[in-house]
């Protein structure tokens, strides 16, 4: 079964309004998530890395004031979309690396489709 | 600039067959690198990984082949069956774990 579990799967928005989307490792603890974006037929590009405890960081180019990312326990991570607008609309997935007795594996969530409308 | 260098961009190939994807990185403090397979409208799922000390490796139908003088990495899937077919993506990481670098990916259709 899904060890990383995202929340919604899909949501639809208008635009201006912040939508928040939550990344949850069902089974391990990850003091670090990853968010990325996915649009139609493209590979995934990293938007930021969640820290339990701290602050997020981000990647080049990616508006943190825009993504607002909270890693508020060892076991959640949320991402919200402030304002958002049409061009926000994406696949938004999350990931979380495993240090467990499994051994070191990153494991995906589900994915979130987001519409701004 | 993409760090990780997928190809082909898609492949067909008849049931039964083999399938294989190339990709190639840059940085040499990569040291991890996992396959991923996504079909429309999910997340990517783990298919294999492999670290750098390692040349093969095979996990039923999927085998990585490892070559680090060359800073290159395959997928090949063995006996191609039709539920095989999705996008497979390769995957880089270093030091920060978990903090993947993407190929472009690899559309792969398997007719029956």
């Known amino acids: 079964g899904a060890v990383v579990s995202q929340h919604p799967s899909r949501v639809i928005c208008k635009s201006g309004t912040s939508v928040k989307i939550e990344c949850r490792s069902l089974?391990?603890?990850?003091?670090?998530m990853f968010w990325y974006r996915q649009f139609p037929k493209q590979s995934l590009m990293l938007m930021a890395t969640?820290?339990?405890?701290?602050?997020?960081?981000?990647e080049q180019g990616v508006e943190k004031d825009k993504f607002l990312i909270n890693h508020a326990s060892l076991t959640l991570s949320t991402l919200t979309v402030t304002s958002a607008h049409p061009e926000d609309s994406s696949f938004y997935i999350c990931?979380?690396?495993?240090?467990?007795?499994?051994?070191?594996?990153?494991?995906f969530g589900e994915g979130s489709w987001l519409t701004v409308v | 600039q993409q760090q990780v260098k997928q190809s082909p961009q898609s492949l067909i190939v008849q049931k039964g067959g083999i399938s294989i994807i190339n990709c190639a990185y840059e940085?040499?403090?990569?040291?991890?690198f996992p396959w991923y397979q996504q079909f429309p409208g999910k997340g990517p799922a783990l298919l294999i990984a492999?670290?750098?000390?390692?040349s093969e490796k095979k996990e039923g139908r999927f085998t990585i082949s490892f070559n680090k003088s060359a800073k290159q990495f395959s997928l090949h899937i063995m006996d191609s069956q039709p539920g095989d077919s999705a996008t497979y993506f390769c995957?880089?990481?270093?030091?920060?774990?978990?903090?993947?670098?993407f190929g472009a990916g690899t559309q792969v259709v398997v007719t029956p």
């Open positions: 969640s820290n339990e405890g701290s602050k997020a960081t981000y």
């Open positions: 089974d391990f603890q990850a003091t670090t």
């Open positions: 940085n040499t403090a990569f040291d991890y």
């Open positions: 990931s979380a690396p495993d240090r467990g007795p499994r051994g070191n594996t990153i494991y």
């Open positions: 492999i670290r750098p000390d390692v």
């Open positions: 995957a880089a990481s270093m030091g920060s774990w978990g903090k993947l670098q």
